[in-house]
């Protein structure tokens, strides 16, 4: 059974109640596992208050059970924002983290900006895989 881990984007459209978000939840949670990183977390609560965070949060751990950032991952991260450095790129920490959550645990990133994600290791959800 394959694991798709939701980033924030993807997250803040499916607590917009955004058809499409809804409609691929509910093909992915019966086809497969569901994730999502602490470090959305972290991001989805900055960007609450405390209404909300009381609303959401009880919600977002009902869909997906939450994975910590490891040692592993972390040196993995490290490695790819270097690697990338070299050629010019610059990512973005949080979202090198998240990536490198998914090439370590073999997960289905889940996002609606690809283009934060230009690492051809990763596994990209695509809505065609489930049509």
Same mark, same amino acid.
């Given at each position: 059974?394959?694991?798709?881990?939701?980033?924030?984007?993807?997250?803040?459209?499916?607590?917009?109640?955004?058809?499409?978000?809804?409609?691929?939840?509910?093909?992915?949670?019966?086809?497969?596992?569901? /994730?999502?990183? /602490?470090?959305?977390?972290?991001?989805?609560?900055?960007?609450?208050?405390?209404?909300?965070?009381?609303?959401?949060?009880?919600?977002?751990?009902?869909?997906?059970?939450?994975?910590? /950032?490891?040692?592993? /991952?972390?040196?993995?991260?490290?490695?790819?924002?270097?690697?990338?450095?070299?050629?010019?790129?610059?990512?973005?920490?949080?979202?090198?983290?998240?990536?490198?959550?998914?090439?370590?645990?073999?997960?289905?990133?889940?996002?609606?900006?690809?283009?934060?994600?230009?690492?051809?290791?990763?596994?990209?959800?695509?809505?065609?895989?489930?049509?």
């Amino acid at each position: 059974m394959k694991t798709y881990l939701l980033e924030t984007d993807f997250l803040i459209d499916l607590f917009k109640k955004r058809p499409e978000a809804i409609e691929i939840i509910q093909k992915l949670s019966s086809i497969g596992d569901i /994730v999502t990183s /602490v470090l959305s977390v972290s991001e989805l609560r900055s960007g609450w208050d405390k209404n909300e965070a009381t609303l959401y949060l009880p919600q977002l751990y009902a869909i997906a059970q939450t994975i910590p /950032v490891t040692r592993e /991952v972390a040196e993995k991260a490290g490695e790819l924002r270097y690697n990338y450095s070299k050629k010019g790129q610059v990512l973005p920490t949080v979202d090198t983290l998240i990536a490198a959550t998914c090439i370590i645990s073999s997960y289905c990133l889940v996002t609606r900006n690809i283009r934060h994600y230009p690492i051809s290791e990763i596994d990209v959800f695509s809505k065609k895989n489930i049509e």
